[in-house]
């Protein structure tokens, strides 16, 4: 029934107080038990939660004193802490795991008065490309439920794009938030690094960890961001800075040319052969759009940024084995029922509780970060991120965003990948350098392939740039309808 309400419009409406909150919760839960179980993107159901704070919404809008998107039915990726409700990192080893606390990102969400209805899918402790990896199972793309969805957080991305909530969470290590949003045909933004606290988010990679929000359409994902960004100090990379207002821009009167002298660098390291054809008409089309609306294209070189997925696979892993050592059967999460010794409890426990691609990150981590390796692989891999990170200061002096495909190819089949390693990881070649550098970029809807699936075009902005790279989003947004199209999964009323 309000399926096709954007955040944003259904924020407005409750206010009003021409829809209540329970009958808004009511119509999402049931539209999630009708057309969620194709998708497999939910871990975790709450209805009951979600019920009680949607009244507890209506009696604050009702009382005057309701947060602005008080009512606003949302899902939070399931590697960030939910207390009382299970935390599953997609993984057996923390199945069963229920949460002491909030995240900081839910925390913020909370206050603003949303009604958490779920967790969902993700690729195991967010190491994926293409929500596959994840205990519970692959999570199926509503334009095509043979095709994957995108990963890491492609449970989030899949639930906002068949219409199941209008917003939710995701977390961004290499792409993680806008690879899946350009797959599944929504707007996906990354945060530049420490804007929103990591606090409360079960850690894969912490120096590349960012959390962020899935959504329809850019204002709505900068709604999201205005209640989840602020200063943490219970995480030591949150950013102390004043708080903005990342709406503000979008609701200024556009003009005929609202994006006059706007400069669009085009790396072309972005447009090279390997680029599927199909996104390439669409990213040209898009530039054509933004052509219209008074921007001017300029060619920056960012020659290091070819280096991103193998400096990525080593730093990411080696985090990665540090982090997951806390998973060994004594603190909490998965034990092994039989063992023979301490020794033999941490082989086994590790051995049952980790997937196949978690193991091999790991194991990856391990060695690079071993006694004679150390030097040779991670610290060659830190000084090429300063690379990459000059490359793109250079760039930042000719233009104000840089533009290209979110992802080389659409969404692929399940199961076309999953032996083939090195192909899944390079599906992160254009998204990987955000991270990398601590950049803020945004993935928008800007075509269809001819067989339906979705294309997505990659917006990035310098440190603290999100305003403007939402605002530009937004303007594109005004005059085109790539972010109305629905997939027919989610059409149905």
Not at 87 to 95: A, D, H, I, N, Y
Not at 347 to 359: D, I, L, M, N, Q
Not at 375 to 394: C, E, G, P, S
Not at 411 to 422: C, E, H, N, W
Request: hydrophobic share 40%.
């Amino acid at each position: 029934m309000h399926s096709h309400d954007t955040l944003a419009g259904l924020a407005a409406r409750l206010a009003a107080r021409e829809l209540s909150a329970v009958e808004l919760a009511q119509d999402t839960l049931s539209r999630i038990a009708t057309l969620g179980p194709a998708l497999n993107a939910f871990v975790t159901l709450d209805a009951e939660g979600a019920l009680a704070q949607a009244r507890a919404a209506d009696d604050a809008i009702a009382r005057g004193t309701a947060g602005p998107l008080a009512g606003v039915p949302i899902a939070h990726k399931d590697v960030l802490m939910t207390a009382g409700l299970r935390t599953t990192c997609g993984s057996r080893m923390l199945g069963n795991f229920v949460a002491p606390y909030d995240a900081h990102v839910v925390e913020g969400l909370r206050r603003a008065g949303t009604v958490l209805v779920g967790k969902t899918n993700m690729d195991e402790f967010a190491m994926g490309s293409s929500n596959e990896t994840s205990h519970f199972g692959p999570v199926k793309n509503p334009w095509n439920p043979a095709y994957v969805p995108g990963g890491s957080s492609g449970g989030s991305a899949a639930a906002v794009a068949a219409r199941l909530v209008p917003g939710a969470t995701g977390t961004d290590t290499g792409g993680s938030i806008r690879q899946p949003a350009s797959l599944s045909g929504i707007c996906g933004l990354k945060p530049t690094y420490g804007v929103a606290s990591r606090y409360g988010l079960v850690a894969f990679a912490s120096s590349l960890d960012t959390p962020g929000p899935f959504a329809r359409t850019a204002e709505d994902c900068a709604l999201m961001l205005n209640a989840m960004a602020g200063h943490d100090p219970r995480d030591s990379t949150s950013l102390d800075r004043p708080v903005e207002d990342y709406a503000r821009a979008l609701r200024a009167g556009a003009s005929a040319r609202p994006l006059e002298g706007l400069r669009i660098g085009l790396p072309r390291e972005y447009f090279g052969a390997g680029n599927d054809p199909e996104v390439a008409a669409a990213i040209d089309a898009a530039l054509a759009e933004f052509a219209k609306l008074g921007a001017r294209t300029v060619e920056v070189a960012l020659p290091a940024v070819k280096l991103s997925v193998p400096v990525y696979y080593v730093i990411a892993p080696a985090e990665a084995s540090s982090n997951l050592s806390r998973f060994d059967g004594v603190r909490y999460g998965h034990r092994a029922a039989r063992y023979d010794d301490l020794t033999d409890m941490y082989c086994r426990t590790r051995a049952e509780g980790f997937g196949a691609e978690v193991k091999r990150r790991i194991l990856v981590g391990t060695y690079v970060l071993s006694h004679g390796y150390y030097d040779a692989y991670y610290l060659k891999a830190q000084k090429v991120r300063r690379l990459i990170a000059n490359d793109f200061a250079r760039a930042w002096r000719e233009c104000d965003v840089i533009m290209g495909p979110t992802a080389p190819a659409p969404a692929f089949r399940l199961g076309d990948k999953t032996d083939d390693p090195v192909q899944m990881y390079l599906n992160d070649i254009f998204t990987i350098a955000a991270n990398l550098t601590g950049a803020p970029a945004i993935s928008i809807p800007c075509g269809l392939t001819k067989g339906g699936l979705p294309i997505g075009l990659q917006v990035q902005g310098d440190y603290f740039a999100e305003g403007l790279i939402l605002n530009v989003a937004h303007r594109f947004q005004q005059a085109t309808d790539w972010h109305d199209r629905a997939p027919a999964l989610g059409s149905e009323p």
